[in-house]
């Protein structure tokens, strides 16, 4: 059945911990994988923690890549999500296998909205933005 | 074997249009789900495209929540990620469901970050935020 979105939940095991726990690093790789992707960076917020681990998300106008880091055990957490079908998210999800040095990563493809064919619109989803982000805090 | 994370991959079918396509009360939504589930809220950011569609996330200490919307399929596709045991993400979830005025609601657990016992460090993870989110662009 049509689904409207490509959701990798991607598993890190193994990784640099200098990395994970370097939050202009793990800001780096999460841009410059959503880039080789081909995707198109809308906005990008990162968060150190104490002592330590990192939380970030990159929104895309395709969707979004999220990460979360715990160092202590040399792991991350990263989901890329996409609609369309113009980039592959499995290639954001390689692409930071390399940068974090991860020994081994899984990847897990969730489809995300089901429709049947008779659903479907003809209208394209989210050709432009409307204006900039917003944040109300 | 024990996990660092839960991540709830939710599906809203059904929902009303008027909200998926108003970035205001689509923000208000998350943000308040977040609170409803007793999460500390870091940052938000939310993005409308033309002619329809919202992207948002919210950064909470123990994670996020991240929202796509296509209106014209009256859908929604939520995450919410937890890490903890403060805090049970399907509270939010559910608050989502009636905000939403969703007809049905679909939800995956998914566990993240599996360590041997052995492996798991007496260390908490995210007590505090180090500084305010860094942002590059």
Same mark, same amino acid.
């Given at each position: 059945?049509? %689904?409207?979105?490509? *959701? /990798?939940?991607?598993?890190?095991?193994?990784?640099?911990?200098?990395?994970?726990?370097?939050?202009?690093?793990?800001?780096?790789?999460? %841009?410059?994988?959503?880039?080789?992707?081909?995707?198109?960076? /809308? &906005? #990008?917020?990162?968060?150190?923690? #104490?002592? *330590?681990?990192?939380?970030?998300?990159?929104?895309?106008?395709?969707? %979004?890549?999220?990460? *979360?880091?715990?160092?202590?055990?040399?792991?991350?957490?990263? &989901?890329?999500?996409?609609?369309? #079908?113009?980039?592959?998210?499995?290639?954001?999800?390689?692409? /930071?296998?390399?940068?974090?040095?991860?020994?081994?990563?899984?990847?897990?493809? /969730?489809?995300?909205?089901?429709?049947?064919?008779?659903?479907?619109?003809?209208?394209? %989803?989210?050709?432009?933005?409307?204006?900039?982000? *917003? &944040?109300?805090?």
């Amino acid at each position: 059945m049509p %689904h409207l979105g490509k *959701h /990798l939940i991607c598993e890190y095991y193994g990784c640099s911990l200098n990395i994970l726990n370097d939050v202009a690093l793990v800001q780096k790789g999460m %841009h410059e994988a959503a880039l080789f992707a081909g995707a198109t960076i /809308l &906005d #990008e917020r990162f968060q150190e923690f #104490e002592p *330590h681990g990192i939380s970030g998300v990159v929104i895309i106008a395709e969707s %979004h890549l999220t990460v *979360h880091t715990w160092p202590e055990y040399g792991y991350a957490a990263i &989901d890329v999500f996409t609609c369309g #079908e113009q980039i592959d998210p499995l290639d954001a999800a390689k692409f /930071l296998k390399a940068f974090l040095g991860a020994e081994k990563l899984t990847v897990e493809t /969730l489809k995300r909205g089901f429709f049947s064919p008779s659903e479907r619109s003809v209208l394209p %989803h989210k050709p432009q933005m409307k204006n900039e982000s *917003h &944040d109300v805090r």
